[in-house]
């Protein structure tokens, strides 16, 4: 246990004030002890890994961190069709995808599910609770069940995937009553045999045409995920980033009507891509209040001289600004926020 720690040191895009305790947890037992101790000061928790998707506010954090350091992947079980593979909520997320990748079938290398999430920044805690996604792929699309403490029945219970609530970058975890309810202790994913198959993404297909790959094993696929998100994305364990800052829009079929009739690209699902609108309002390489828009890929926000929460919620209110004069959409944050 630590006091007066910087959310700053605990987060990525490196903002926010002071945590009164941060709790490292590398077991159950350290689990049961640190929930323990909030409850018996009457304090507050909030729940931590590897900090790339949470923004410190400037109050800081009056009560305790679990910082969640539980680590190690597994085989649960298996079968001639898929795998089931089991991973501790605080391993980092990208071992979990390589592992798969590399692990045996029976006939060949690697099995199928979660290879083009490869290199999504944090841990394996995160995943369901932001439903994860990239390239074609959810990790709710993966999940078979997640181990948890229920603070509320003080034990450790398992949620199948039926009872997570998933839905675009939303799950129970971060939206409703159950919000704080629960801290994922470990994830099991099912994942195939069966590989993924065209059509691709276009930068993904692009990838595949530069380097005349044909032969798409998942550990191919992975690889070329994390070569493109490499080349346009900052790693925030060097760079003061949160990955991906705001959220992809769904509009309804009038309303995606009505966009495509002033230009707006939006594919079948009602999605309009949010990097396109930040791009289109001519704002890749601005800088507002010391946050950077990347010129490698417009939905990252990279901090070059920010000090605060202040000057971020600026930066923020600018492009959201921007964004809907141009193009009468509202963008919304997809870093959750710690304090206040």
């Not at 400037?58 to 001639?80: C, H, P, Q, T, W």
Request: net charge negative; hydrophobic share 40%.
């Amino acid at each position: 246990m630590r006091e007066n720690v910087s959310l700053a040191e605990l987060t990525t895009m490196r903002l926010g004030g002071l945590a009164r305790y941060v709790a490292e947890i590398d077991n159950e037992s350290d689990l049961v002890e640190a929930y323990h101790f909030a409850r018996e000061n009457n304090l507050p928790t909030y729940i931590l890994g590897g900090g790339s998707n949470v923004i410190g506010r400037d109050e800081g954090f009056a009560g305790v961190i679990l910082l969640n350091r539980m680590k190690g992947i597994s085989v649960f079980e298996s079968d001639a069709e898929k795998v089931r593979i089991t991973a501790q909520s605080g391993t980092r997320f990208g071992d979990l995808v390589e592992f798969s990748t590399k692990l045996w079938n029976g006939d060949s290398f690697g099995y199928s599910g979660i290879e083009a999430l490869a290199e999504i920044p944090g841990s394996v805690g995160a995943a369901p609770v932001q439903n994860i996604g990239a390239y074609g792929q959810e990790i709710g699309d993966s999940l078979y069940r997640v181990g948890v403490y229920d603070t509320r029945e003080q034990r450790f219970r398992q949620l199948t995937k039926a009872q997570l609530g998933l839905g675009y970058r939303r799950s129970i975890f971060n939206h409703g009553a159950e919000i704080g309810r629960y801290f994922i202790t470990n994830v099991t994913v099912e994942l195939s045999k069966k590989w993924m198959e065209p059509p691709f993404y276009n930068s993904l297909q692009a990838y595949f045409n530069e380097h005349n790959i044909a032969d798409l094993t998942p550990a191919i696929i992975r690889k070329a995920v994390s070569d493109i998100r490499s080349r346009k994305l900052p790693d925030p364990r060097w760079v003061a980033s949160s990955g991906s800052f705001f959220k992809n829009i769904y509009l309804d079929p009038e309303a995606a009507e009505a966009a495509r009739e002033r230009g707006i690209p939006v594919f079948d699902n009602g999605k309009v891509a949010a990097g396109w609108l930040i791009e289109n309002a001519g704002l890749k390489g601005c800088d507002f209040y010391g946050m950077r828009v990347s010129e490698d890929a417009a939905l990252v926000l990279i901090n070059e001289r920010a000090k605060s929460y202040a000057d971020l919620a600026r930066a923020r209110a600018a492009i959201v600004a921007q964004v809907y004069d141009k193009f009468g959409l509202t963008l919304e944050q997809e870093p959750v926020e710690i304090g206040g």
